[in-house]
């Protein structure tokens, strides 16, 4: 059979998907907080989730059926990135990135390389790595890291970090640029072996919140990469990631912003209504109630922004980068103001570690680094809307 890069698709018929949802959703309030538990109690990701995330099928839910995808449309991926994103942040963090890596590759990849990188990846039997950002620069055509040609190899040199998933992987899928070129120009694509000679790898996990996802600082000294393992051709090397990977995966953020916000507002909203002072619940207080309400408001004001923005990318609009960015933007800056909301209601009981909130409230501060900062997101709107101004003159 010959494979071909995946064609857009529009997904499952509506009862099928009510199935998977409510299969999703029960997963999520279920066994998923029996693992955010343990996640919590041990400061690791077991290897065990991983499998009963790849046997539920929920780690190839976004990938097309020909590639052994769920084929789901990119809008009902969305859906339940939602759903998954209410649980712990790092069964959030797989789910989305394993459902996303697939796509930077396999746009660029050969009939060769989809059959040893892209139909592992979805099948759960590779885990890759996206690896872009640098300490020393942004994440975008300032990259530093280096390779040069030696022969049928090329020789990476450069550092990377706040890689996700970045000690336990497979593969790494690098950005790099050829030694003495600039800009987007000479940039390349490389799924780089995690025993590759010449790399040395700093665990960082240890974070404020999304407790025992793995982060890696990464390390490359000439390490040699084959060049068979590079993804498109030379110059091609921040399209796979930017175009393939990045656009998509801000939607996502973006809507795992709108799930936690609404996991905040759900533990909020429990706590007011069982909380008596002075003979009333909390809800019967008008701050509090406002509270609730504001939360209510803009969760689905970012909610429909991200879904928006989900359409649009599918339809393949131009202008999806830039409603990726502000569908990015709109929703953390909303996770930060509901979540502080959700833990005033709770009040001073909120902070201890016994409570659900607190957990939620360190996980939420992550999204705000996640693909790209707001002060990136908000650079990448307005140079589109600069770009559109000097279009009309």
Partial sequence: MTLT??????????????????????FVSGEGERWADRIEATGEVPEQLWTELRDRGFLALAAPVSHGGRGLSFPQWMDLMELFSRSHGSLRMIVHVVNGTWRAMDAFATEEQRRRFVLPSIAGALKVAFTLTEPAAGSGADIRSTVTRDGDHYLLTGTKHMITFGVRCDYWLVTARLAGSSGHEGTVALMVPRDAEGVTVEDTSDTLGVT????????????????????????????????????????SVAMSCVGLAVRAQELALDYARGRTTFGKPLTSRQAIGFMLAENEAEIEAARQLVKHAARQWEDGDPAAPKLSSMAKLIAVDMLGRVTDR???????????????????????????????????QKSIVLRELLGRAEGVR
Avoid at 6 to 26: N, Q, T, Y
Avoid at 220 to 249: C, H, I, K, M, Y
Wanted: proline letters at 6%; a negative charge.
């Fill in 342 to 376: 959700a833990l005033q209601v709770h009040g001073g009981s909120g902070y201890w570690k016994s409570s659900p909130i607190e957990r939620v409230y360190r996980d939420a501060r992550a999204q705000r680094f996640e693909e790209g900062t707001n002060e990136a």
């Fill in 212 to 251: 025992g996802t793995d982060h890696a600082r990464l390390t490359f000294d000439r390490a040699p990469v084959p060049v068979a393992n590079r993804l498109g051709e030379e110059g091609q090397g921040l399209a796979v990631a930017l175009g393939g990977f990045l656009t998509p995966s801000r939607i």
């Fill in 5 to 26: 890069s995946a064609a857009p698709v529009r997904g499952l018929d509506p009862i099928e998907f009510d199935r998977l949802r409510a299969e999703v959703a029960e």
